[in-house]
T-cell receptor, first 110, second 111 residues
Framework: SQQGEEDPQALSIQEGENATMNCSYK?????LQWYRQNSGRGLVHLIL?????REKHSGRLRVTLDTSKKSSSLLITASRAADTASYFC??????????FGTGTRLTVIP | DAGITQSPRHKVTETGTPVTLRCHQT?????MYWYRQDPGHGLRLIHY???????DKGEVSDGYSVSRSKTEDFLLTLESATSSQTSVYFC??????????FGSGTRLTVV
């Protein structure tokens, strides 16, 4: 069973706009992570937020976590064509492994 | 990706044949994972290892076995491949900051 679910499934924006993706999960977590996957490639770790944190920043990325609502959001500011990819949230519970959602497909139009 | 390699990158095999996929890391990390990725399902955990000869099942382990005789190598074996095992397989290692590093994947087709 999947722990995380991303919303929307697909998102298309113009270059320079901001992109927001949401993730909901079902059970208590130790941390939540976001990954990017370019077509035909492996996943790349973007950012990790722990259950006792509410917000983290990394460059143009901003992640929030609301454990009371069991949800997270990933904001990419000033998007670029190179940001076109699939984005996955993944949750880690107490078992030292990650459960992934089905991803959001982001298209940034130049 | 730096520190983790998968082989082969592509493989076509016939139903009923055994297949072994290899994952090699140079990072000396304790935890290693095998995932499969299918359209509509995201990534699903097959097996993982928390040390040499220490492995455990994931959510889709039926039809798969693993072995880890050395820290750097984690092997995934399909004892008798079926068409439902056609997928892209990813190996991953867990880093010291708890983020995972993924290999480039193995695209397996069972005909």
């Amino acid at each position: 069973s999947q722990q995380g679910e991303e919303d929307p499934q697909a998102l298309s924006i113009q270059e320079g706009e901001n992109a927001t993706m949401n993730c909901s999960y079902k059970t208590s977590i130790n941390n939540l992570q976001w990954y990017r996957q370019n077509s035909g490639r492996g996943l790349v770790h973007l950012i990790l937020i722990r259950s006792n944190e509410r917000e983290k920043h990394s460059g143009r990325l901003r992640v929030t976590l609301d454990t009371s609502k069991k949800s997270s959001s990933l904001l990419i500011t000033a998007s670029r064509a190179a940001d076109t990819a699939s984005y996955f949230c993944a949750t880690e519970t107490g078992a030292n492994n990650l459960f992934f959602g089905t991803g959001t497909r982001l298209t940034v139009i130049p | 990706d730096a520190g983790i390699t998968q082989s082969p990158r592509h493989k076509v095999t016939e139903t009923g044949t055994p297949v072994t996929l290899r994952c090699h890391q140079t990072e000396n990390h304790r935890y290693m994972y095998w995932y499969r990725q299918d359209p509509g399902h995201g990534l699903r955990l097959i097996h993982y290892s928390y040390g040499v000869k220490d492995t455990d099942k994931g959510e889709v382990s039926d039809g798969y076995s693993v072995s880890r005789s050395k820290t750097e190598d984690f092997l995934l074996t399909l004892e008798s491949a079926t068409s439902s095992q056609t997928s892209v397989y990813f190996c991953a290692i867990r880093g010291v900051n708890d983020g995972y590093t993924f290999g480039s994947g193995t695209r397996l087709t069972v005909v």
